[in-house]
């Protein structure tokens, strides 16, 4: 299965767009001066993006199949980078944010885990530099 993918310098500063082989554009950017807009998440932070929707994609379809009524997710990633370049990620912790009345404990745990271990794409990647934890809490409402 190939996939690609392409940036493009827009001229301005470190701009950049960037289109996948699905379609749509999105702006990479990273500030070259303290202060400076930036237009879009930084090449980083984009992987961590792609780490979170990785699982939380994964997640969701786990509990759809498991018929826990949620109604909502989110996936919060917060990581620490090396000090000396390449500034990898040593460190993430997810944390999943489960909304919904009746949400099995076991059910959530269970799907972070085939996700952590099975599914998830971006967190094998990852995994091979930085340790990855993980924690839940289940919202009622």
Not at 13 to 29: F, H, M, N, Q, W
Not at 78 to 99: G, W
Not at 121 to 139: D, H, N, P
Request: proline share 4%; hydrophobic share 40%.
């Amino acid at each position: 299965m190939a996939t690609e993918a392409k940036v493009t310098w827009t001229g301005t500063g470190l701009r950049l767009v960037g289109e996948a082989s699905s379609g749509p554009a999105i702006v990479v950017d990273h500030a070259m001066k303290e202060g400076e807009r930036q237009a879009g998440p930084t090449p980083m932070e984009l992987l961590l993006i792609g780490l979170c929707g990785c699982t939380a994609m994964d997640v969701v379809s786990i509990l759809q199949k498991k018929r826990q009524p949620f109604t909502g997710l989110e996936v919060k990633a917060n990581a620490e980078r090396a000090t000396e370049h390449p500034t990898i990620y040593t460190r993430i912790h997810l944390e999943y944010v489960v909304r919904g009345k009746g949400v099995e404990p076991q059910a959530v745990e269970r799907a972070i885990e085939l996700s952590e271990t099975k599914y998830c794409s971006a967190a094998a990647m990852l995994g091979k530099t930085a340790q990855i934890t993980t924690s839940y809490r289940i919202e009622e409402g």
